[in-house]
């Protein structure tokens, strides 16, 4: 059987100390930990931020949509098309007449055009 001696009130109030300082010392360890992971998450939220900011100047750098005036062969007639859209706007027989209509649609949302030859050379900017 083992027996066990009884500790000196000396050595319980040294192992007290001894746990309590350890536990601080844990303490102190935590909160530092909290504190670097406070900063980088305030780091991360910054560059969170930043590239929102980011993202909305691209989105407002998008290009201006433009007019074409362009020929069709297979239909014999001038059409106006506006870059990105699939559908045509409007055709015409005559070029004259689709160059008066896309100088009103121009005006009226401030865009370009570009005109385009029968053999689908530039003719205008």
């Known amino acids: 059987m083992w027996f066990f001696k009884k ?3 000396k050595e319980e109030k040294e192992t007290k100390k001894t746990n309590t300082t ?3 010392e844990t303490q102190d360890k935590v909160k530092k930990d909290n504190k670097v992971t406070n900063t980088e998450e305030k780091k991360e939220t ?3 931020k930043e590239n929102e900011e980011k993202e909305t100047k691209v ?3 998008e290009r201006k949509s433009v007019y074409r005036v362009v020929y069709d062969r297979e239909n014999r007639v001038w ?3 506006k870059d990105g859209a699939k559908r045509v706007i409007a055709s015409f ?3 004259d007449e689709a160059l008066k209509r896309v100088k009103e649609l121009c005006e009226s949302q401030n865009l370009k055009v570009i005109v385009h030859k029968k053999d689908g050379k530039f003719q205008k900017k």
């Open 7 to 9: 500790k000196d009130k």
């Open 22 to 24: 350890k536990t601080e």
């Open 46 to 48: 910054k560059n969170m």
């Open 59 to 61: 989105e407002t750098k």
């Open 79 to 81: 059409l106006i098309k």
């Open 93 to 95: 027989a005559t070029k």
